[in-house]
T-cell receptor, first 115, second 111 residues
Framework: DTGVSQDPRHKITKRGQNVTFRCDPISEHNRLYWYRQTLGQGPEFLTY????????KSRLLSDRFSAERPKGSFSTLEIQRTEQGDSAMYLC?????????????FGPGTRLLVL | KNEVEQSPQNLTAQEGEFITINCSYS?????LHWLQQHPGGGIVSLFM???GKKKHGRLIATINIQEKHSSLHITASHPRDSAVYICAVGIYTGTASKLTFGTGTRLQVTL
């Protein structure tokens, strides 16, 4: 297994367009997290899944954001009608619930720039 | 006030110096994580600890639960240690251990 992967690594889009990001977690991990990191700040929690169920969403996740994990494996994060304020690094992490210490393993991130 | 505070925000050191980065938090936690982020964004988990001290190579992490404080030490620093070091606390919500992050400490190690 090669760790958590994210696609694309970079995305430039015009304001108002929709974008979709994908995260492939480590294969035996049942938990998947999405975070957003703006320039000069630490990451902020957006949402997480346990298997295919989305169990928690941050207030940061406006109606324009939707995340899915349909088969409990990969996840997608879609942003509709992008705004310049959505420009950030979107990070995905996965973990295995049930481990005595739940270490989250991070992907390389998708850097979004909204023009 | 942020739930997780790191200091210093920026740190410049010469190769070989002993480095300390501090993290204070204000909430009850299930565990504290130290993460390393290189330019380009990728994050690597360095340590997860809930008590005491852990050591990996030249890196040492300590935590004092009573004082809600943790430190990350780098011995014999090297230019390849240059990165942003982020402290994150895991807060167990009953369903998951959600991470709350500090803003990071940017370390630059020069020759």
């Amino acid at each position: 297994d090669t760790g958590v992967s994210q696609d694309p690594r970079h995305k430039i889009t015009k304001r108002g367009q929709n974008v979709t990001f994908r995260c492939d977690p480590i294969s035996e991990h049942n938990r998947l997290y999405w975070y957003r990191q703006t320039l000069g700040q630490g990451p902020e929690f957006l949402t997480y899944f346990q298997n295919e169920a989305q169990l928690e969403k941050s207030r940061l996740l406006s109606d324009r954001f939707s995340a899915e994990r349909p088969k409990g494996s990969f996840s997608t994060l879609e942003i509709q009608r992008t705004e310049q304020g959505d420009s950030a690094m979107y990070l995905c992490a996965s973990s295995r619930f049930g481990d005595s210490q739940e270490t989250q393993y991070f992907g390389p991130g998708t850097r979004l720039l909204v023009l | 006030k942020n739930e997780v505070e790191q200091s210093p925000q920026n740190l410049t050191a010469q190769e070989g110096e002993f480095i300390t980065i501090n993290c204070s938090y204000s909430v009850g936690i299930s565990a504290l994580h130290w993460l390393q982020q290189h330019p380009g964004g990728g994050i690597v988990s360095l340590f997860m600890l809930s008590s005491g001290k852990k050591k990996h190579g030249r890196l040492i992490a300590t935590i004092n639960i009573q004082e809600k404080h943790s430190s990350l030490h780098i011995t014999a620093s090297h230019p390849r240690d240059s990165a942003v070091y982020i402290c994150a606390v895991g807060i167990y919500t009953g369903t998951a251990s959600k991470l709350t992050f500090g803003t990071g400490t940017r370390l630059q190690v020069t020759l």
